[in-house]
């Protein structure tokens, strides 16, 4: 078993659905990721929560909106999506300690989205 | 400017051969410096971090040269096993520590 697990591995959506992604991590940290990885692009942050602290990379679509219940929830709350968002979403989680990630991310298996 | 560079290759490459990639990053205030590894359809797994010492580990070895703002990665003697994308990971601090990749650099290893 991993320890960080994302539900659905594969989803297929319409541009009017409403979708979540759901990650958890069983790892202890306090911090969680959201990674976009597209074809031939690099892995592009979207959003981090840190501390209870959040911070989001302005490039992301409002139509993408996170919610960290707690330090081992995570989510990814999709609406109305176009097609170019058709990806591999990726959660990690890692440890920060006084302030300082302490590097290692660990990964879920991905989300791999289809928008029709 | 891209803030995280890699050649993407692919780096197609006879078992046994040494193989160096570098990456270069735009952020003169980066903090912590990473290799990852990814296989194809797989998620990326930390190789090794990255020390200003430089760094070793079996028949890998990584340096970072920060005048240049560039980090390097060796596998010596490659293996079938070790084709997959290496990705350069720099972190940051914008409020939080930012972690962010490069594309990655592609290695096929033929025998």
């Known amino acids: 078993e991993t320890g960080v697990t994302q539900t659905p591995r594969h989803l297929v959506m319409g541009m009017t659905n409403k979708k979540s992604l759901k990650c958890e991590q069983h790892?202890?940290?306090?911090?969680m990721y959201w990674y976009k990885q597209s074809a031939k692009k690099p892995l592009e942050l979207m959003f981090v929560?840190?501390?209870?602290?959040?911070?989001e990379n302005n490039s992301v679509p409002s139509r993408f909106s996170p919610e960290c219940p707690n330090s081992s929830h995570l989510f990814l709350h999709l609406h109305t999506l176009q097609p170019e968002d058709s990806a591999l979403y990726l959660c990690?989680?890692?440890?920060?300690?006084?302030?300082?990630?302490?590097?290692?991310?660990?990964f879920g298996e991905g989300s791999r989205l289809t928008v029709l | 400017r891209k803030e995280v560079e890699q050649d993407p290759g692919p780096f197609n490459v006879p078992e046994g051969a040494t193989v160096a990639f570098n990456c270069t990053y735009s952020?003169?205030?980066?903090?912590?410096f990473f290799w990852y590894r990814q296989d194809c359809r797989k998620e990326p797994k930390l190789l090794m971090s990255?020390?200003?010492s430089g760094n070793e580990d079996g028949r890998f070895t990584a340096q970072l040269n920060r005048a240049s703002q560039y980090i390097s990665l060796l596998i010596r003697d490659s293996k079938l096993s070790d084709s997959a994308t290496y990705l350069c990971?720099?972190?940051?601090?914008?409020?939080?520590?930012?972690?962010?990749f490069g594309r990655g650099t592609s290695l096929i290893v033929h025998p």
């Open positions: 990690a989680s890692s440890q920060v300690l006084g302030g300082k990630n302490t590097g290692e991310l660990f």
């Open positions: 790892l202890g940290h306090n911090a």
């Open positions: 929560y840190s501390l209870e602290e959040r911070v």
């Open positions: 952020n003169s205030a980066s903090q912590s």
């Open positions: 990255v020390y200003s």
């Open positions: 990971v720099v972190t940051w601090r914008i409020g939080s520590y930012i972690p962010t």
